[in-house]
């Protein structure tokens, strides 16, 4: 199916099942969001939110909510573009099959954008305040944009061909800035945008940025798609959609000519102002900073224009399903660009960027013939040099020389590392270093400090199942639970500081070090403030541990050491209480959660669309 426009593919979704309208009014302050958060938690359709209170546009959300609404979407260019992409990350296939690189290549030339005079998305010029201004979380500092394509160019070499197309939030209202003629830009220097704006700076000229939303579904996964090398963001927007991103030039403004709105603006050199709070992938919300301003020229709309959002929180969420989707279409091409990687699992439960697990291959032969990590060190440096990846704070890195164990099967995957882990050799800190901007757990905005488990070796313990005795003893610690066998976790009182820690971890340090037995079977112990919780799920775990942990700070042992500057122990123990200067956790609103039941009660839109 090739959709042409949003309504399009919003037409072919409630036609095969997949999309139900809501015709009641929906305030865009909390309770769109809200309803959205219920029906995606239900793993239920795409909405269309008919009458949205304050605005004639009408939105929509959870389009990508499911991998199989997704697939459905794109079911007709899928394997194309796997082959596609495989292609470009496998340059000797062209070799090996001359006649399908062919094929692609006439594929690829068909889907270069295409210049057009001019389209429907210019029939009305409106206003911010026009649009639906969707506040999604309580504590957020305005109304944002989350499904945003944001257009640029390189000054120094303009045109579509050197363009960017990213996805980067936007705050429209709210904070100091302007209503209907200022907005906040949320992205970091390193993304192709910062790149742009450098640029720009250098030059003192203002960077001129253009804000699609809406249009065909394969303009959206385009701009969050991570391309190969060389390959732009608009030509795999045709590739995918099977039809040119059409595109023309307004005030000096490129304009997507299939867009339902765009918002056309400029940041000028060295013009900044605070942006946030807004309730993030992590799970908390990303606290108030500077970010680029960007000053509003003109906005547009076509006929009948449909906005589109998603809504942002403790994962899993609608970015899930761009992750697996991504995933799906890019297939091994991380394990083509690292060398001995077999594969890696950016864990969403634990909001992605703190926590990967991956495995490797073990190829070295260590002078002494010890089997312990060696190959997979060098692995785990390339990992945590590369793209996104470079954001992670835990690696669990490992070798299976039967080749049986995936990453993605967490569980499995936690219990072949701990059975091996030689906990006195095999953690290596990165100190002093980046992390994800999102991420409070650190020293500060960007700083952190990222581990590496690596373990390679034969079967070392035997993995507790049940507490053991010594965790029913201590003092000041309590309610022993159970995440994962060989991995306790125990709550003890709120976190106050870092030097007050250090004389609890002190204090649990003593009451532990003869416990040999209960250490050998126990490698993992996890500091919470409610062990019930986090222990009651997977996710819970994944979620509670590895957010608030800044590695460098927040890991302590029992028995630990250092040896010529290596650091070990004989059980790891961390600290994944709540800081005082981490980020609030997403909460959600009992009044609004209160108010939406009339969608889902009987008379209401979604009356027993939910099971």
């Known amino acids: 199916m090739v959709y042409t426009t949003l309504e399009d593919c919003i037409n072919d979704l409630e036609k095969n099942g997949h999309l139900i309208r809501i015709k009641e009014e929906v305030d865009p302050h909390l309770e769109m969001a809200a309803i959205h958060l219920r029906v995606h938690e239900a793993q239920g359709p795409a909405l269309l939110f008919e009458n949205v209170k304050g605005s004639?546009?009408?939105?929509?959300?959870?389009?990508?909510?499911?991998?199989?609404?997704?697939?459905?979407i794109f079911r007709k260019r899928f394997e194309a573009i796997q082959r596609l992409i495989s292609l470009r990350n496998n340059p000797q296939t062209i070799f090996k099959h001359p006649f399908s690189a062919a094929k692609h290549g006439i594929n690829a030339l068909s889907s270069l954008p295409k210049k057009v005079n001019t389209s429907p998305v210019i029939n009305h010029e409106i206003k911010i305040t026009d649009l639906p201004l969707i506040q999604?979380?309580?504590?957020?500092?305005?109304?944002?944009?989350?499904?945003?394509?944001?257009?640029?160019?390189?000054?120094?070499?303009?045109?579509?061909?050197?363009?960017?197309?990213?996805m980067y939030r936007i705050q429209l209202t709210g904070n100091d800035y302007v209503l209907n003629e200022e907005a906040g830009l949320h992205y970091q220097i390193h993304r192709g945008i910062g790149?742009?704006?450098t640029k720009a700076n250098e030059k003192g000229l203002p960077l001129k940025v253009s804000i699609f939303a809406g249009g065909p579904p394969a303009h959206t996964l385009a701009a969050v798609m991570p391309l190969p090398e060389g390959m732009s963001e608009l030509m795999f927007a045709g590739l995918l959609g099977g039809r040119r991103f059409r595109y023309f030039y307004k005030d000096g403004f490129c304009i997507s000519a299939d867009a339902d709105f765009v918002i056309t603006g400029e940041v000028l050199p060295g013009e900044n102002k605070p942006e946030g709070p807004f309730g993030d992938h992590l799970g908390y919300y990303s606290l108030t900073h500077d970010f680029p301003l960007m000053h509003v020229r003109k906005i547009y709309a076509k006929n009948n224009a449909i906005w589109p959002f998603t809504v942002v929180g403790r994962?899993?969420?609608?970015?899930?399903?761009?992750?697996?989707?991504?995933?799906?279409?890019?297939?091994?091409?991380?394990?083509k660009e690292i060398p001995g990687l077999q594969q890696v699992n950016a864990v969403d439960a634990a909001g992605v960027h703190?926590?990967?697990?991956?495995?490797?291959?073990?190829r070295y032969t260590p002078y002494n013939k010890i089997k312990q990590p060696a190959e997979i060190l060098t692995i785990a440096n390339?990992?945590?040099?590369?793209?996104?990846?470079?954001?992670?704070?835990?690696?669990?890195?490992?070798?299976?020389?039967?080749?049986?164990?995936?990453?993605?099967?967490?569980?499995?995957?936690?219990?072949?590392?701990?059975?091996?882990?030689?906990l006195k050799r095999d953690i290596h800190f990165y100190t002093n270093t980046t992390i994800d901007t999102l991420d409070y757990s650190g020293t500060g905005l960007n700083q952190g400090s990222k581990v590496v488990f690596a373990a390679y070796s034969d079967v070392a313990r035997k993995l507790c199942t049940s507490i053991p005795s010594a965790f029913s003893q201590l003092q000041n610690f309590e309610n022993a639970q159970l995440a994962l066998p060989g991995i306790v976790c125990i709550q003890t009182k709120k976190f106050i500081d870092y030097n007050n820690a250090e004389t609890e971890m002190q204090q649990l340090h003593e009451q532990l070090k003869d416990a040999s037995a209960a250490l050998q079977q126990t490698p993992f112990i996890i500091i919470c403030d409610e062990a019930s919780f986090t222990a009651n799920s997977l996710n819970n775990f994944l979620w509670a541990t590895f957010t608030r942990c800044n590695p460098a700070y927040d890991i302590y042992g029992i028995n630990s050491f250092y040896n010529h500057k290596h650091w070990g122990c004989d059980a790891v123990v961390l600290d994944a209480r709540i800081k005082p200067h981490h980020a609030p956790v997403l909460e959600k609103d009992a009044v609004t959660e209160k108010n939406i039941d009339r969608i889902f009660i009987k008379g209401g839109s979604l009356y027993n669309v939910l099971k």
């Not at 004639?56 to 459905?72: D, L, P, Q, Y």
């Not at 992670?392 to 993605?408: G, H, N, V």
């Open 382 to 422: 390339h990992i945590l040099g590369t793209g996104q990846l470079s954001l992670a704070k835990f690696l669990f890195i490992t070798a299976d020389d039967e080749r049986k164990l995936s990453p993605q099967n967490i569980p499995a995957f936690f219990d072949f590392m701990l059975k091996r882990i030689n």
């Open 56 to 72: 004639k546009f009408r939105a929509a959300s959870n389009i990508f909510g499911t991998m199989e609404r997704s697939r459905f």
């Open 136 to 166: 999604h979380w309580p504590k957020d500092g305005g109304a944002f944009v989350t499904l945003p394509q944001v257009y640029t160019e390189d000054i120094t070499k303009p045109g579509v061909h050197q363009s960017n197309l990213g």
């Open 354 to 362: 703190p926590l990967l697990l991956a495995t490797g291959s073990e």
């Open 195 to 197: 790149v742009h704006q």
């Open 315 to 335: 994962p899993p969420q609608e970015d899930t399903a761009f992750g697996n989707l991504i995933h799906e279409l890019t297939g091994d091409a991380l394990t």
